[in-house]
């Protein structure tokens, strides 16, 4: 069994098949899913799911590309959504230096204030870095982030980052990219961190795996992540199923 950690089936690109992609994703034995809303129309999607579904969980935040967007009111919301028993993190909060939609100011002060929201609230944070890691790190250091824990999402950075996010009670996440032959980074933390520190994710429909990449993805391909971390580790996918799921289950707490 699997669980997909961390995948956007409230995507316009599933309006015409979301039940076909949903229905694939159970053939392959990816029992729980983990649907992240990180603006008001994703979070109002993330939640009908979580009510039509019973293996689907919410995560709810606001995504630092639309820093800029999110008003206290939308903070506050997010607060009373956290109540709801199927939402178990809140994100995907950080910082996304590629993007220059958002001021690096703006995305910072919202990343911190969702750190505190998730304290008030007692979930783990959901946590997206592009092109951000020294600041990352420090927000998270500063903000007592390891009183939530949280996942580094679609990890891509390096093997002593890592160690230091785990240090801070954070899960490693990998999606697609360790599967990409030049993705060297990837490939070297699935090597190198230990199984029990890792989840695995698709970020469906981004980020498809080798042999889909640059195709839509979709959560049933979560299965060719966890393949190619047994390969890495020279392991059966068994292991790393088993693995993966149980650090999900209890980490997010959805053991039933």
Known sequence: MFIDTHVHLNADQYEEDLQEVINRALEA???????????RITIERAMKLVEQYSFI????GWHPVDAIDCTEEDLKWIEELAAHEKVVGIGEMGLDYHWDK???DVQQVLFRKQIRLAQKVKLPIIIHNRDATEDVIRILQEEEAHLTGGIMHCYGGSVETAKQCIEMNFMISLGGP???KNAKKPKEVATKIPLE???????????AP???RGKRNEPALVTLVAEEIARLKGISIEEVAEATTKNAEIFFGITE
């Open 102 to 104: 958002s001021p690096k």
């Open 57 to 60: 969980y919410a995560v709810v």
């Open 178 to 180: 360790v599967t990409f």
């Open 210 to 212: 080798h042999p889909y």
């Open 197 to 207: 520190n890792l989840l695995i994710e698709t970020d469906a429909p981004y980020l």
């Open 29 to 39: 034995n990816v029992k729980k899913m983990v649907v992240i809303g990180f603006d």
